[in-house]
């Protein structure tokens, strides 16, 4: 069996790790001749819009998925129409959109913070009134970790927030004062039947995931189990997907979602029964979903723009390294580590090992 990855970043690689103990390889197609997963299958090199690489994937791919959500579209229904695609575009497209995305979540009854359409500054101050302070202002494509946002405090910043955007359409929305960031991970594969990941609480800074915690037995699991199920179904969902949110006066909120393996799912490498990527995998090839269970309490650190130093990570008991092989850069996830621990103090020591090796190398 063979599965076509769009992308051979870091996702891509983890997804090939986890495919190799269930006999599947992997060709990859990717316009960087130094992407991560190389070495882990065949990379089809350039761009994703070429037609005869396209041709060539949807040809020797049984089944083809993706890494990221910024395909082109027509990428998307090009290879559906050839082979088989999960998720479907049309995750894809309403993903890589966050005003579809926000409409349809509130089109399923899935709460978002109040938001509004903007294509100009005119509409931008009109839609102010009505979003209250403080809000944010985030472009409609292409935004992620953070990118192409403005924090909007007063009338003052309008003007700035909407050059900076540099005319892109644009959503603003009321900025929530969340008690916690936490997303949910699940799987659904080709027969329906679905999985839910425990919880994972999400600490971010500059817009970045920096520390994702499993939360085990959480209050606000089973909300979140009921939104994540409502938005498989409604997208006739295959594959794994995670479902940002902010919790607030004891509520979860949708950011936003994301149609593939996600960051705040890497520790379930180590400590759940079965990977986030394992699972993405038995999903798309309708194989049965393997158990989510949390193996002791788990978390995950991300190194970003600096790579740890291999024999101080690994003196911390417990720790498990995943270096991504890519060259360190400003703001660039480069590696990460999971802990599992067995009970909640000696995790939260963990963290602050690791997390204080990732600050040491941290540029952004
Ligand atoms: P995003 O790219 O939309 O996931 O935003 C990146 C991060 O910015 C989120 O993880 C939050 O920490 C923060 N953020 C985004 N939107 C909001 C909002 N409406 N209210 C408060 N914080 C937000």
């Known amino acids: 069996m063979r599965v076509g990855i769009l992308g051979a970043g870091q996702l891509a690689r983890m997804i090939a790790l986890a495919g190799y103990p269930l006999g599947v390889d992997f060709i990859f197609l990717d316009p960087s001749a130094d992407a991560c997963a190389n070495n882990f299958g065949e990379h089809l090199y350039g761009d994703y819009s070429d037609p005869s690489l396209l041709a060539e994937l949807a040809e020797r791919a049984d089944v083809v998925t993706y890494e990221f959500e910024n395909v082109p579209a027509e990428v998307a229904d090009f290879l559906a129409s050839h082979t088989q695609v999960h998720p479907a575009p049309k995750a894809l497209a309403v993903a890589q959109d ?3 995305e926000k409409t349809f979540f509130h089109d399923i009854g899935i709460p978002t913070p109040a938001y509004a359409a ?11 009134s009505t979003i209250g302070w403080p809000a944010i202002l985030k472009s409609r494509t292409l935004g992620y970790d953070g990118k192409g946002q403005s924090l909007l405090k007063s009338a003052d910043d309008l003007k700035p927030a909407w050059e900076q955007l540099a005319g892109v ?6 900025f929530v004062p969340f008690e916690r960031e936490v997303s949910i991970i699940a799987a659904r594969n080709v027969s329906g039947a679905i999985v839910f990941y425990p919880l994972s609480e999400n600490l971010h800074r500059g817009g970045i995931l920096r520390i994702s915690e499993c939360c085990d037995n959480d209050p606000m699991q089973e909300q979140a189990e009921s939104y994540i199920s409502r938005l498989m179904e409604a997208l006739d969902y295959v594959g794994v997907l995670a479902l940002e949110l ?3 006066d004891g509520k979860l909120i949708a950011n936003e979602f994301a149609p593939r393996v996600h960051n705040s799912g890497h520790w379930t490498i180590e400590g759940a029964e079965t990977s986030q990527f394992e699972n993405h995998l038995r999903a798309i090839l309708d194989l049965p979903l393997g158990a989510t269970a949390p193996v002791g309490k788990a978390a995950m650190v991300n190194f970003i723009g600096g790579l740890p130093v291999t ?6 008991p417990r720790a498990h390294l995943h270096l991504y092989d890519k060259t360190p850069r400003k703001g660039r996830k480069v590696a990460h580590a999971t802990v599992r621990a067995e009970n909640a103090e000696q995790l939260a020591t963990l963290i602050n090992q690791l997390a204080t090796l990732a ?3 941290d540029d952004s």
């Open 98 to 100: 966050r005003l579809l």
């Open 311 to 316: 024999e101080k990570l690994l003196a911390i």
């Open 169 to 174: 359409p644009a959503v603003v929305e009321a």
């Open 246 to 248: 902010f919790q607030v």
């Open 359 to 361: 600050d040491q190398v």
């Open 118 to 128: 903007v294509d100009s500054l005119e509409s931008l101050e009109q839609a102010m």
